[in-house]
């Protein structure tokens, strides 16, 4: 019969030892996460960056405080604030707010971006949900990293969680996640927690900055009703609905919607509710987060092929095109940001004919990103112009 009182200090020190080695590891990884930097080479049109933090400056110091970067034609005109990574596990965003900074012209009027909206959010993986850390764009100077992160803000800048999260100011109930979703806390407040003081920043930029055009960029599952479609705050429905059937008719189909009333905390909602820009989000097909696709890998980022998305589309449960020799590529996605955003403000120009709320600007759109291909339109850090690179 075994003796298990036989070599029990040792045993116990291997097993330590064995927890302690696979704690490493996966600290590993983390920290990988965590620390990694992405690059963008400016266009000649930038003119300053700023942290998020120099509007709301409780903020500063936090895991949340973010760069923005702003392009100012120097012609008094409208203003447009873009955001990306509001989830970051949504990349496309991510990728098309580098895309406007590394390509944008602007004639007339002043354009904020801001790759990053949740910092915090992008520096970890989903909890619970394993897939790759980083994705590469290939260009003609090699593959060139991007982070994957979490939909949440990181548990390591925000915790505990409440049991239900309690929007601010309507009272709604919401799921106790929400209380780090940056998509859920709007239009946040000065005293909340530090998710809705992230929001009540992007809100002072808002405000202080009279922004005309407020873009939020996302991507849905394509088993998700709001998929390849704008939602739109009241002010700005009529002109999403001309830019939806206007880029429906040109380049690719685009739905509109008009935001809920009863449904809290949501850019389309309540930043619209709590200031005076036109605010519109706009979504796009992601493969990777839909709950039935297979392998959840780098190449169903990149590619968003996927046979168990296919047979889904063949029983009618997508509320978008698929097809699995097309797939829904990066450069698709990014692409329909990119000229989603240019009809938008195509269509405001038109309806406000207003000079003093006109933007006019020009970067690649989808029809350029189809041709060329997304890497075409980035460019190589380590031979620009070392003001023009920044690391975030
Ligand atoms: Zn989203």
């Known amino acids: 019969m075994f003796d298990y009182e036989r070599y029990k200090t040792p045993r116990k020190i291997v097993l ?12 590993r990884e983390f920290t990988e996460l965590r620390t990694m930097k992405e690059t963008v080479v400016v266009s000649d049109a930038f003119t300053k960056m700023v942290m998020l933090s120099d509007y709301f400056p409780p ?34 965003t991510q990728l098309s707010a580098y895309l406007m900074m590394e390509n944008i012209k602007v004639e007339k009027g002043r354009v904020f971006i801001c790759p990053h909206a949740n910092m915090s959010a992008s520096t970890v993986g989903m909890l619970g949900n394993a897939y790759p850390k980083f994705l590469h764009v290939e260009t003609a ?16 800048d925000q915790w505990p969680d409440p049991f239900t999260y309690v929007h601010y100011p309507s009272g709604q109930n919401l799921d106790y996640t929400d209380a780090r979703n940056l998509n859920r806390t709007y239009p946040g407040r000065p005293d909340g ?17 009279n922004i005309t055009l407020f873009v939020d960029a996302h991507e849905a599952s394509l088993m998700y009703p709001v998929v390849s479609t704008y939602v739109a705050h009241d002010r700005a429905l009529d002109m999403a609905m001309m830019a939806s059937m206007e880029l429906s008719a040109t380049e690719f189909p685009m739905k509109c919607e008009a935001s809920p009333k009863n449904l809290r905390g949501l850019s389309h909602r309540d930043a619209g509710d709590y200031c005076d820009s036109l605010v519109i989000l706009m979504e796009t097909p992601e493969p990777f987060i839909d709950r039935v696709a297979g392998k ?19 029983h009618g449960l997508l509320f978008t095109d698929y097809d699995i020799s097309v797939g829904c590529p990066m450069w698709d996605r990014v692409g329909r940001h990119l000229s989603g955003a ?19 600007l020009s970067f690649p759109n989808y029809s350029d ?12 850090p380590s031979k620009a112009d070392p003001a023009k690179v920044f690391l975030n």
Do not use: C
């Open 141 to 156: 100077f090699g593959p060139k990293p991007y982070r994957i992160g979490d939909r949440n803000t990181s548990p390591l």
């Open 193 to 209: 927690n530090l998710t809705e003081q992230l929001t009540f920043a992007i809100m002072e930029l808002n405000r202080k900055e």
């Open 369 to 380: 990103l189809k041709e060329h291909g997304l890497g075409h339109f980035l460019n190589d």
């Open 59 to 92: 903020i500063k110091g936090t895991g949340v405080d973010t760069p923005v970067y702003i392009y100012d034609s120097g012609v008094p005109g409208g203003s447009m604030f873009y955001l990306g990574g509001t989830h970051p596990y949504e990349p496309a």
């Open 16 to 27: 330590l030892l064995l927890a302690l080695a696979l704690a490493w590891l996966g600290g």
């Open 296 to 314: 959840i890998t780098e190449k169903l980022m990149m590619d968003g092929k996927d046979e168990f998305l296919q047979t889904a589309a063949e």
């Open 342 to 360: 240019l009809a938008m403000i195509r269509q405001m120009n038109d309806f406000l004919m207003e000079p003093e709320k006109e933007l006019r």
